[in-house]
Structure formats: structure tokens, C-alpha cells
């Protein structure tokens, strides 16, 4: 067995090269079949012009009375778009003078940089500091198997390209910050916020207000979706809306509550259409207005929301927020919300075992009960064994149960004459909830309690990799 | 008067899970028009069953709540002051973050 694991780990990590060779291939070649169609026109272009004896632009665009400046490869390209009454070729042509920045390449950024890269924008730019995870390509669209592993900005980039080899793309693989944004965001005409966290989506609307750039703003959760464009023509910014940051307990991540990949898809794809419209000139954008998606009942409802708020510490009128203060501002302090989850550190050492600690108890069959604090739903994912399901939030109402699952362990150990109380382990998904937990009973007396480091994430990292995460 | 209150956004976890609540909510005494303010607190005691604070902060919504009467956002009706008629429709949503 050992030895068959460890020569399919290679097989994989073998597989994982090849397969990314053969995307950078295929990439290569798309470019060069793209250049060669681009020559092709040109020389075309050449043929065309000479016989109406005109001279020809050395970047192929015919100047025979085309006052729009489309090749006739961006017209072929493009043509669905221009044959539209609503849309037409100088909608198209605004399109490809201007520039949009996508903030996020995840569930939203996905759909949004794939219509964004195919409908022709002049320069779209990514930025990402996140990796590609087997976990995100449930919903993450943008992204292939063989880029697990590798910076989502390479691979959305990669995808882009090889949509749409005829635009510019600038890649950022980083972190948005406070030291970096107003550089990075300047160099675009529109923005479009598809983050994940409260911390950003105010850093991002506060850095608009400053540039004077619109934002296109998305949100996804569960089943749930919401879009709006902000800091639009006098229209209403972030903090308009929200001037003050909602508790921590009610920011949840994708991560931990969960998201059906299609309801971020088609939020996704609503800011790529609203980004267009932006662009173009075209239509009437959804700023003052908020569209909310409800995927379960099938719902969606627009609603009017406030316009520009006079008293908004950013873009009211007597604001005095500036680019200085812009940099030295801190988010995560100002929303409690961390930009990068870390881990919880609540409890003394002492209270707390490692994975590795926990295996040698189940080998040395040390009588303990597990409580595994999860919520249900969790729990019926996967579990270790021999296991106590009471989620944390439960935990209080319940705690009879934990009584009396000791108390059994106890008189079954009476039975076999040793004298040890049955310690009380408790599990989470990551090791947080769990100290939680730890801190709760050990008030109310269970002293035995301790906590699993890291959780059952640690658990499949360092004693059974064969144990499923999530 | 007759009112469908929605939930959305997270805080119908607050009521049972239920997102739309078809209400009957009557004038106090001696009251002549229902406003928001009093409705708040109408749904504080009849329908929130857990965590109140998720919903309410003072004598208003907490943070990060936007509340439409008829698809409207009501910072444009006078917020608390907003008198509402019976067959209203008002919505309740956090706002959401993720991505």
C-alpha cells in the first residue's frame, strides 16, 4: 500500500506537469494562429487598400472613410455585436478604447473576466494574491484542473487569452492593499469589485471615490445574490449605503456557509454585463437601483436605493477624506474582519493537543469522548469515528448529552478497573469553533476539555491523508 | 392592516428560515398610522425567534441592513418615520459580502 501510494503521487504530480504544459501549448498556439490571422489581414488590408490606391496603416486598419477604427478582423470578430440597433459599432468602438480592472479572479471574477476578455475591451487587468484549489472549480469557471496549485491571476490570464488573444491583459498577482490600490486602480476607466470581504469592498469603494472611477459591485452567498454600481454620475458610493460596517457574525465567507456555483455565475455575468454598458456608453446603468437574486424561489427584484448621501464621511460634501489618509487607513480594523483568515489562538497551551497527540490516544485506547462541535450539515460530510455531533451553537441546550456520553465511558471503564476520568477532545473543520468550545465548557466546569489543533484539517494534513476535506 | 413582510440576505435564519411572512399587524391604541418604527418593534417581538441583536441595534436596524418598503429604500421615505399602509410589501436583506 505504501509503496502504490507513493508511486501514485508521482503519477499525479507527473500528470499535473504535463497537463500545464499542454495549457501554455495551446495558449502558444492560439496566440501564433491569432498572429497569423492578424498578418493575413494585413495583408489583406494591403491588397484592398492598393487597389483603391490608398495608403495603408501599419496597424492594418483601413482608412477608407472607417471612422471607428475596427480591422476587419475586430468587424468579423465583433459582428454580433455590431449587427445589434442598441449596440452597433460605435458602442464597440468605445469598448475597445477602454480599460476595466477586475478585483477578485473567484466565483464572480470568473464569468465576468470570461465576457469582459470576449467581448472586446481594449486592456482588462486581474488581481489576485489567491492560488487555484480543487475546491474553488465548482463555481470558479475561469479555471482548469491543470492549474491547481498555480496563481489564479496566470490562470484567468491564460483563460482570456486564449478566449480572446486580440486584447491586452495586465496580470497582478497580489494582494489589493491600501499602499497599492490607488496605483492599481488608476491605470482603468471602470472598476469591478468581485472580493469576498467586507475589508475590501470598502477599501475598493473608498479608493473609487477618490479616482472618480465607477464600481461595478457584486455579492454572492448561498443562494442568495446582489449587484449595484456605485460612485456612478453623483450616484451613491459604499458607505452611502452602509457607513457603518455590519457586525463580524454576520460576514460570512463562501468558504464556511457555502455557495451553489451557478448563483455567483450569474452575478458574475451581471457585472460583466453592466461593466459593457459602462464602457460602451450604452443603456442605463444600475446605479441608485440594487438588484437582488434569489436563486431559490426563482426571484429577482430590483429595488431603488438612496442616492448620494450629503453627510458620507468619503464622498459627502463636507468629506475631507484624501489619497494620505486613504493609505494609512485601516480596514480590517475598521470592519473587525481580517483580510486573510488566521488561526484563532484562545487557549493555553495546555488546553490544547495536536492531531498527531489525538492518534496516539486512539492507539493507546485511553478512554475520552470526541465532540465534534460542527453543524449538522457538516458533520454528515464526514466525520472520525466514535464521534459526539453538538454544534457549537447548540452546545449550551445540549450539554446533557456530553454528561451523559462521559458517564457511560466512565462505568464502561470502571468495568475494566482502571481509575482515569475519560477527557473530553473537541474537533471542529479547523480549529477554531473548536477552542471556542474548550473555553465555553471549561466554564462550565468540564475541565478535562481540550481542543484538536487545526481541526480535521490538520487531522488529513498530518495523520491520515486519506481523510476527506472541504 | 395586512402586510408581507420578506427576509433575505441571512436574517430569515433569524425567523425559522421563513423568508416571506404574510402579517397582520394592528394599530396600537389610540394610534392612527402605523410608522416604521413602531413595525420594528411589532417584528422584534412577533416574528424574530432568535438572536434579536442580528437585527436590531438601538431602536433601528443593525448595520449592514437595508430595508425597502415597496422596493424602496426607505432612507428615501423618512426612514423610521415612514408610515406604512395596509397590503405594504417590506423587505429586510443583509447585505452580502461574498464572492
Redesign the interface.
Known sequence: MEANGGDSSAIVRELKELKLQKAELEHRISALEAKLQDTAALERSVAVSNGCSVVPKASGTIENGLEHGLSPDEIYRYSRQLLLPSFGVEAQSNLLKSSVLVI?A????SPALLYLAACGLGRLGIIDHDVVELNNMHRQIIHTEAFIGHPKVKSAAAACRSINSTIKIDEYVEALRTSNALEILSQYDIIVD?????PS?YMISDCCVLLGKPLVS?????M???LTVYNHKGGPCYRC???????T??????SD?G?LGVV?GV?GCLQALETIKLASLVGEPLSER?L?F?AL?ARI??????GRSSQCTVCGDNSSFNKQQFRDFDYEDFTQFPLFAGPLNLLPQESRINSKEFKEILERKQQHVLLDVRPAHHYKIVSLPDSLNIPLANLEARLDELTSALKEKQEGHASTGSCTNPCIYVVCRRGNDSQRAVEYLRDWGFDSAKDIIGGLEAWAADVNPNFPTY | MQLTLEF???LELLCDSE?IHKVNVDLPNGVEELTMKDLLSWVRTNVIKERP??FIKGDTV?????V?VN???W??SGQLETTIEDKDVI?F???????
Open positions: 477578485g473567484g466565483g464572480l471574477g468581485a472580493t469576498d470581504n467586507p469592498r457584486g455579492a454572492a452567498l448561498g442568495e445574490g446582489q449605503l452602509f457607513p457603518t460596517p455590519p457586525p457574525t454576520a460576514c460570512q465567507r463562501c456557509s455557495v455567483p452575478i440594487m437582488l434569489d424561489s427584484r430590483i429595488v431603488k436605493i438612496r | 433575505g440576505g441571512g423568508k441583536e442580528m443593525r448595520p449592514g441592513v437595508l425597502l422596493d424602496c429604500d432612507e428615501l423587505v436583506i443583509s447585505t452580502l459580502h461574498g464572492g
